[in-house]
Structure formats: structure tokens, C-alpha cells
């Protein structure tokens, strides 16, 4: 980490010599070979293709040694101007650099002006050089907060960029537009601090509109508007919900308040969905941070309670702040959410061009409004308040009719009709159970989706239903009725036949019958001697005589061999 910051330090020191080096004439080797060594690659590669896109292809070797250089100069210590400008925030020291290098990318500016006053220079060139130093100039007044000076430079610089716009393509104007509208909020903040009250509110449209968009400006423009609501929030002192009033002398909480109209209208007016949702996250972040300081003073007052041996019965006036807070950030969620849910229900209703694109389906709506239902629980508080116990129970039976709405419509979509029905009838149950409860309270479901759209709905989707229910009935043949019955027949044995099996798919999948029962199969033939029976042997007698005739005698003649 210490060798981090070293080079780091001695690249920031190298920088302050290489400028005031070239300025002077001092040649660079010293101050490079003190330092840690550096590289460029391919330097070859990079000196044709400048020299091939910067005048050398047509042989101007002018347009490349002057102005090129004095452009690259400037924005180099332009670059590192923004580099320091967002350190800075940091470490407020670097601030003194930063109008250092602003003014350094100024005095280039100034230099490539002059010497686009050559007559060899066209007119299109000389006026991109003058909006190119009045921008600059106008940086370097705004940092230093000479409104008027960087206000005329800025405005100077519009309006040849506007010029120069008119005098393009449509295409080519584009860049010239981008960079009137990056300088437009520069122009009304220093015509504010000038003193037109005006631009104040134009400021305002620029931010809400942006959704808190990020930038140079953005900073600038956020610690305006803190700074203009804080001195309004000087004159706030209480604020009164629920027919109580209650002091507020947290100053982040009055601020926070003293603006939540000017975001909720905002909201209200934004251009499209994705600057309402980053609209809804800074007021959401603002909430947050507000119910956390809050919650530091309610640290606080416990404490003193203890000390004080103080029951505390009734709520008190920083708990009721916190109960308001708390109610303003869960209620910001559930219209977050809620808007949300009104685009997916729109795609939801439009014809997909593309089937292989996943588009929105119930299932998402359906967990939407459980993440509003969760948040209308939260909202549970103030017991003593029964009517707000009403009004709040009133908005969970409002969400959960649109969720049983959103999961009727799943069950559609497999073609479960008789459990689209049964959800159908008891989001109807909501609906009126709603109206009627609204009677006795005055404004309840000003803030609410309407109920009664939604019993519209409901009638029209359960005809169709029931005509779609019919179709399919009629449309299927007798025979796939047989389908889902469980066949003990192995998959083996049944090929030629559909059949819905989920057992297929389970751990004992019926494919094959094991062990095979036995079948009858050919075995080896067996060969009878049949002419045995038709055969007339030779006669033996004179054999058998012989033998018998022979005894004892015969016998030892047979061994000594005589009788051979």
C-alpha cells in the first residue's frame, strides 16, 4: 500500500515537471530516468496511424506539428483536471491541482485558437476551435464560482455548437447536440447563483427528469437543492399525519420532507418507467437515510428514559416521526412495485413477435404483488388507531384480489379450468367484499388500483374461460381420455400406444417385465434306429457251443496256445 501511494506520488510530481519542462524548453530525459520506468507499445504502430488520420496522408505536415499537438495538450490536462475532480471528493487538497490543470487545459485552448487564426485554417475548424476555449474557459470560471464569466463562456459556446449543428448531417449533429445539453445545466446553475430564481426550478425539472442521473453536474446540482431546502426547512418546525402533529427537529428529517412532494410529483410526471424507477430509489435512499437518523435520536431518548425511570405510555412524539417514516418508505415500495406490475401487465397483454423470447408471465405479477403483501403487513402499527387498522386491511384485501387474479390466469394457461374458476369467483369475493367496506371509509381507495376495473375484468375472463373449457372438451378425442389411467402393461409392451405414465419418470419406471416369464421354444431332435426291427442276424450257435464244449482243457490249450 506505501509503495502505492509513492509511485502514485511521484507520477503526480512527474506530471507538474513534464508540463513546466516542455513550457521551458528542459529537455524530459532527467526527469523520466528519476522516476519508475514506463513503456509504450507498438510506438510505431501509433505514429503512422496519427500521421495517416492527421494531414500526413494529403502531405500536411503543418496540420499535424501545430494543432494536433496543442489539442492533445489540452485535453490531456483536461483529463487529468476530471481525474482530480473525482479524488477530490476524497481529499479536498487535490482541489488545488485540479484548478492547476483546469487552467493549464485553458491556456492550450487559448493557444489553438490563435493559431487556428491562420488563414490557411478553414472557417469550420477556426469556430470548432472557439467553442472548444469557451468551454474550457467556462470550467475553469465555474470551479472558481465566477458565475458570470463561465456563464457568458458557456453561452458562447452553445451557440456556436448550435451553429454548427444546423450546418451538419443529421447524423454528424448528433455530437454537437449531445454537448449543448452537458453544458445547458451548467448555464442555469450559474444563472442561479446569479440570482434568477427561475433557473432554480428549471434545475429542478433537469434533475427529476434525469432520475438522479450521475455526472459533473449531478453533484453540484444535488448539493444545490440540499443547500435551497435547508434554508426552507429553517421555517419547517412540525408536521401533522393522522390527525396528530408532531415537532420535527431533526434537520435530515426536515429536509427529507420538506422535499417528498416535489419527488412524489416528479414520479407522478416522469417521461417513461425507467426514470420512474430510478426516480422511486432515491426516494427510497433519502428515506432510508432519514428513518436512520431517526433511529439515533430514539437511541437517545431511550436512554434518558432509563435514566429518568420513565414508563412512557403513550407514543411519543419522535416514535410517532419514526411510525410516519417507516409508513412513507413501505408505502414508496408498494407503488414501486405496483408500477412495476401495471408494465409487465401490459407486455403481458401484447402478442409476443418473437416466440423463442421468454416475455412476462402470471408467475411474475403473482410475485410482485406477494412482495406488496408483505409490505402491507409491515404497515401494521398505531394500535390505537382502529380507523388506520381498517384502511390498512382494506389495501391487503385491494392486492390480494389482483394476486388471485394474477394466479387464475396462471391456471389458464395449463388449461386448469375448474381451479380458474374457483380462483376467478373468490377474486370477485375480494372485490366486493372491498366496496363494501369502503363505504365507511371517506378516501380509502384514492391511492388504490380500481376494484371494480378489476370485477370487469374478471366477468369477461371467466366467458371466456368457460367457452375456451368447452372447445377443448369437444376438440379432444375418446380414446386420449384413457391416457392418464394406470397401466401395469411394461413401456416395452406398448410402444405403438401413448400413454401418460408419470411412473416412467419416477425411480421404478415399468419399462421391461423382470424376470421374463417362460416361452416354448424348438429344442434338439432325437434320432430312433427304426430298421433295427427289419434286420435278420447271422446265427452264433456253433459260437456258443464251442465255448461250452471246451472246459478246463480248453482253457489251458488257449493260454499255451495248442489249440490255435
Not at 455548437?161 to 449533429?173: D, G, M, N, P, V
Not at 429553517?234 to 426536515?254: H, L
Not at 408467475?363 to 403487513?377: A, F, H, K, S
Request: charged letters at 30%; one cysteine or more; proline letters at 4%.
Amino acid at each position: 500500500m506505501a509503495a502505492d501511494k509513492l509511485n502514485e506520488a511521484k507520477l503526480s510530481t512527474m506530471e507538474e515537471n513534464k508540463e513546466n519542462a516542455t513550457e521551458d524548453g528542459i529537455g524530459l530525459e532527467s526527469i523520466l530516468s528519476e522516476f519508475i520506468t514506463l513503456s509504450l507499445y507498438e510506438l510505431l504502430q501509433i505514429i503512422k496511424d496519427s500521421q495517416q488520420q492527421h494531414g500526413l496522408r494529403h502531405g500536411d505536415y503543418q496540420r499535424y506539428r501545430y494543432l494536433l499537438l496543442v489539442l492533445m495538450e489540452a485535453e490531456r490536462a483536461w483529463s487529468y483536471a476530471m481525474q482530480l475532480k473525482q479524488e477530490a471528493n476524497t481529499e479536498p487538497r487535490k482541489r488545488f491541482h485540479l484548478l492547476s490543470r483546469l487552467r493549464k487545459a485553458a491556456k492550450h485552448g487559448e493557444r489553438l485558437e490563435k493559431l487556428c487564426e491562420s488563414p490557411r485554417v478553414d472557417a469550420k475548424t477556426k469556430l470548432e476551435a472557439q467553442a472548444y476555449t469557451s468551454y474550457l474557459s467556462g470550467m475553469v470560471r465555474f470551479e472558481l464560482q465566477e458565475w458570470k464569466a463561465a456563464m457568458e463562456a458557456f453561452n458562447k459556446c452553445k451557440t456556436i455548437y448550435e451553429k454548427l449543428a444546423s450546418a451538419f448531417t443529421e447524423e454528424l449533429a448528433v455530437l454537437y447536440h449531445q454537448r449543448v445539453e452537458e453544458i445547458s445545466p451548467n448555464i442555469r446553475y450559474c444563472a442561479y447563483n446569479i440570482g434568477d430564481q427561475n433557473a432554480m426550478n428549471e434545475l429542478m425539472q433537469m434533475r427529476l427528469s434525469a432520475g438522479g442521473g450521475g455526472g459533473m453536474m449531478a453533484e453540484k446540482l444535488e448539493a444545490l437543492i440540499t443547500q435551497t431546502r435547508a434554508k426552507q426547512a429553517a421555517t419547517m418546525s412540525e408536521v401533522e399525519w393522522r390527525g396528530r402533529t408532531v415537532p420535527v427537529k431533526i434537520d435530515k428529517a426536515r429536509i427529507f420532507l420538506l422535499g417528498l412532494g416535489d419527488n412524489e410529483a416528479a414520479i407522478a410526471q416522469a417521461a417513461n418507467e425507467e426514470t420512474k424507477e430510478r426516480l422511486y430509489e432515491t426516494l427510497l435512499a433519502e428515506c432510508r437515510d432519514t428513518i436512520q437518523a431517526v433511529r439515533e435520536e430514539l437511541k437517545t431518548e431511550a436512554k434518558q428514559r432509563e435514566r429518568s425511570d420513565d414508563a412512557g405510555g403513550k407514543v411519543s412524539n419522535l416514535q410517532f416521526l419514526h411510525s410516519y417514516l417507516t409508513y412513507i418508505k413501505l408505502w414508496t415500495v408498494v407503488k414501486r412495485n405496483e408500477s412495476m406490475a401495471h408494465v409487465l401487465q401490459a407486455k403481458l397483454k401484447e402478442t409476443q413477435p418473437d416466440e423463442n423470447k421468454r416475455g412476462p408471465r402470471p408467475q411474475d405479477l403473482i410475485r410482485l404483488y406477494d412482495i406488496i403483501l408483505q409490505n402491507i403487513v409491515h404497515l401494521q402499527g398505531l394500535e390505537e388507531d382502529h380507523t388506520f387498522q381498517k384502511e390498512v386491511a382494506l389495501k391487503m384485501l385491494v392486492y390480494k384480489a389482483y394476486r388471485c387474479f394474477f394466479i387464475a390466469q396462471s391456471y389458464v394457461l395449463v388449461k386448469k379450468w375448474s381451479e380458474a374458476l374457483v380462483l376467478y369467483e373468490r377474486v370477485l369475493k375480494y372485490a366486493k367484499e372491498v366496496q363494501s367496506k369502503a363505504k365507511s371509509l371517506n378516501n380509502s381507495l384514492k391511492d388504490l388500483p380500481d376494484v371494480q376495473e378489476l370485477i370487469t375484468e374478471v366477468n369477461a375472463e371467466k366467458y371466456s374461460l368457460q367457452a375456451a373449457a368447452i372447445l377443448d372438451t369437444e376438440d379432444t378425442p375418446e380414446a386420449p381420455t384413457q391416457q392418464n389411467v394406470r397401466d401395469n402393461t411394461p413401456l416395452c409392451e406398448r410402444l405403438e400406444t401413448f400413454h401418460l405414465d408419470p411412473a416412467l419418470v419416477g425411480k421404478q419406471p415399468n419399462l421391461v417385465q423382470f424376470p421374463p416369464d417362460f416361452q416354448p421354444i424348438p429344442c434338439k431332435p432325437l434320432f430312433f434306429d427304426l430298421a433295427l426291427n427289419h434286420v435278420a442276424f447271422p446265427p452264433l450257435d456253433d459260437k456258443v457251443e464251442q465255448k461250452g464244449k471246451g472246459g478246463l482243457t480248453g482253457y489251458i490249450k488257449g493260454i499255451f496256445g495248442f489249440g490255435s
